[in-house]
């Protein structure tokens, strides 16, 4: 089996003891540091590793390249092996927010090449709602070797931001909240705004009532009329700090969407140059 978007509960109930299967769990609060690690050892889905965002998912901060900057990639893979992933490995990621924090390994994982890897729908949320068990157990694994090769035009940097600010042919999309987009009630970022130009899509949109993916039938034509004829492929998802726009992208996988490069630094690196033009 090789899942590379969405994997349902009962599905991955099915393989949890696969020995080719691994489940992270990647919860996180940007207001608690320490919320992952806490809500992971007091129940987790039974053999999940826990990937912290901050320093697993992220590289240091320097002040000026947003506040989760792509980890050393090497040092990534190397996590990755040691808890047995290997090119055969059929990953499955999850939180407890809808999947904005597991998207980023979702993205990062392909990124490297990987695309044996699944967001689980509804995450640990939906598990319990079935009535599922957790589990306090540190899961064991022997290591695996874990290759993954970069694909560069999967990003997009500032400056290649700024050359698409005046061009009709390209579409930056913004993640964030609507509030925040228009600058209003922001309390992570010093500055508040938008990128010139970006087009708001709240990631929440992209889920049901039930916290579920909706179907590709209804994200498609969303994403469609969001790009208004911009090829998706020269679409530039963005957000507070290249977190939640890994879920557009999820979604836009999901749509048949594909080709759209992740703005990682983001909002948060965007804004911290003031020569840099914000809209409100």
């Given at each position: 089996?090789?899942?590379?978007?969405?994997?349902?509960?009962?599905?991955?109930?099915?393989?949890?003891?696969?020995?080719?299967?691994?489940?992270?769990?990647?919860?996180?609060?940007?207001?608690?540091?320490?919320?992952?690690?806490?809500?992971?050892?007091?129940?987790?889905?039974?053999?999940?590793?826990?990937?912290?965002?901050?320093?697993?998912?992220?590289?240091?901060?320097?002040?000026?390249?947003?506040?989760?900057?792509?980890?050393?990639?090497?040092?990534?893979?190397?996590?990755?092996?040691?808890?047995?992933?290997?090119?055969?490995?059929?990953?499955?990621?999850?939180?407890?927010?809808?999947?904005?924090?597991?998207?980023?390994?979702?993205?990062?994982?392909?990124?490297?090449?990987?695309?044996?890897?699944?967001?689980?729908?509804?995450?640990?949320?939906?598990?319990?709602?079935?009535?599922?068990?957790?589990?306090?157990?540190?899961?064991?694994?022997?290591?695996?070797?874990?290759?993954?090769?970069?694909?560069?035009?999967?990003?997009?940097?500032t400056a290649d931001v700024l050359a698409t600010l005046d061009s009709s042919d390209f579409c930056i999309v913004d993640?964030?909240?609507?509030?925040?987009?228009?600058?209003?009630?922001?309390?992570?970022?010093?500055?508040?705004?938008?990128?010139?130009?970006?087009?708001?899509?709240?990631?929440?949109?992209?889920?049901?009532?039930?916290?579920?993916?909706?179907?590709?039938?209804?994200?498609?034509?969303?994403?469609?009329?969001?790009?208004?004829?911009?090829?998706?492929?020269?679409?530039?998802?963005?957000?507070?700090?290249?977190?939640?726009?890994?879920?557009?992208?999820?979604?836009?996988?999901?749509?048949?969407?594909?080709?759209?490069?992740?703005?990682?630094?983001?909002?948060?690196?965007?804004?911290?140059?003031?020569?840099?033009?914000?809209?409100?």
């Amino acid at each position: 089996m090789n899942s590379s978007t969405l994997i349902s509960c009962e599905v991955l109930a099915d393989h949890l003891n696969d020995p080719d299967w691994r489940v992270f769990d990647c919860r996180h609060q940007l207001t608690d540091a320490g919320y992952g690690e806490k809500v992971y050892a007091e129940g987790h889905l039974p053999g999940a590793f826990f990937m912290r965002l901050d320093s697993d998912l992220s590289g240091p901060m320097t002040g000026s390249n947003g506040r989760h900057p792509l980890p050393d990639m090497q040092q990534l893979m190397n996590k990755l092996g040691a808890v047995g992933v290997s090119q055969q490995t059929q990953v499955v990621v999850y939180d407890d927010v809808g999947g904005m924090v597991a998207g980023r390994l979702w993205w990062m994982l392909r990124w490297l090449g990987h695309d044996r890897v699944a967001l689980l729908d509804g995450g640990i949320n939906r598990w319990i709602k079935q009535g599922r068990s957790l589990s306090t157990e540190l899961p064991q694994s022997a290591p695996a070797v874990f290759e993954g090769t970069t694909m560069p035009d999967w990003v997009a940097t500032t400056a290649d931001v700024l050359a698409t600010l005046d061009s009709s042919d390209f579409c930056i999309v913004d993640a964030r909240a609507p509030d925040r987009f228009r600058g209003e009630n922001e309390t992570i970022d010093p500055v508040g705004g938008h990128i010139p130009g970006a087009r708001n899509r709240f990631f929440k949109d992209n889920l049901d009532a039930d916290g579920l993916f909706r179907s590709a039938a209804e994200l498609r034509p969303e994403f469609l009329g969001l790009f208004a004829g911009v090829d998706p492929a020269k679409a530039i998802m963005q957000c507070g700090s290249g977190v939640s726009a890994c879920h557009n992208l999820l979604a836009m996988e999901i749509a048949g969407l594909h080709g759209a490069k992740l703005y990682v630094g983001s909002w948060s690196e965007w804004c911290s140059d003031p020569a840099r033009p914000v809209a409100r």
